[in-house]
């Protein structure tokens, strides 16, 4: 079944307004991933955490790795049309090599 | 450009025929990857191949099949054995020589297959 949740399914704010999602693994893993799928295309690689505690930052957008490396979330923050969007992250389960997809959170935007 | 390229984008499937999705990479990836996504799910692995003739299976290979003949060509094939077969199918590639599998997927633009 299904070993990384992902929460929350869909998130609609007004422009401007912060914004988080969160991934939650049964299992410790190797690394996560995070992509970004814009209406009707396609995923598109954002960033990887490899490290316990990992903090990275893109502009706007922070990416968090739990201590236990079972946690992820990813913030953006004062959201723009442009972040509009399907966001997945995907955690490599450790000793298996397998990367296992969330189920993703789609954000809307109110401009 | 170096890409990836699946074709067609949209295709439809009678009841008992099989059809080939097609996907091509000329980033010189070694591994390449076949997943399906539904509507509000994640990417589900359908195949995978990390070497020139030779592939496995993923989570979700029942009804399909797979060939791996040349590096840059990886098709997928929907079998009249997958009953459910509309959804959007994506092909993906990663440079991983050797080492961990499943680094930084490269997508394709998908290909959305619908039954008639």
């Known amino acids: 079944g299904q070993q990384v949740m992902q929460i929350p399914q869909y998130q609609h704010v007004q422009e401007g307004e912060d914004f988080t999602t969160y991934c939650n693994s049964s299992?410790?893993?190797?690394?996560i991933q995070w992509y970004k799928q814009r209406p009707g295309g396609h995923p598109v690689f954002l960033i990887q955490?490899?490290?316990?505690?990992e903090v990275k930052k893109q502009k706007r957008l922070t990416f968090q790795f739990g201590e236990a490396k079972k946690n992820s979330s990813l913030h953006i923050t004062a959201t723009q049309t442009t972040d509009v969007g399907t966001y997945f992250c995907?955690?490599?389960?450790?000793?298996?090599?397998?990367?296992?997809f969330g189920q993703g959170t789609r954000l809307t935007i109110n401009p | 450009d170096g890409g990836i390229t699946q074709s067609p984008k949209y295709l439809f499937r009678k009841e008992g025929q099989n059809v080939t999705l097609s996907c091509e990479q000329n980033?010189?990836?070694?591994?390449m990857y076949w997943y399906r996504q539904d509507p509000g799910q994640g990417l589900r692995l359908i195949y995978y191949?990390?070497?020139?003739?030779?592939?496995q299976k993923g989570d979700i290979a029942e009804g399909y099949s797979v060939s791996r003949e040349k590096k840059e060509s990886f098709p997928l094939t929907v079998t009249s054995a997958q009953k459910n077969p509309t959804a959007f199918y994506l092909c993906?590639?990663?440079?991983?020589?050797?080492?961990?599998?499943?680094?930084?997927?490269?997508f394709g633009s998908g290909t959305q297959l619908s039954v008639l």
């Open positions: 993906a590639s990663t440079l991983d020589r050797d080492t961990n599998w499943h680094e930084k997927l490269f």
């Open positions: 299992t410790t893993l190797s690394n």
């Open positions: 955490l490899v490290k316990s505690g």
């Open positions: 995907a955690g490599k389960i450790q000793g298996a090599q397998k990367l296992v």
């Open positions: 980033l010189n990836h070694d591994a």
């Open positions: 191949s990390q070497i020139v003739n030779d592939f």
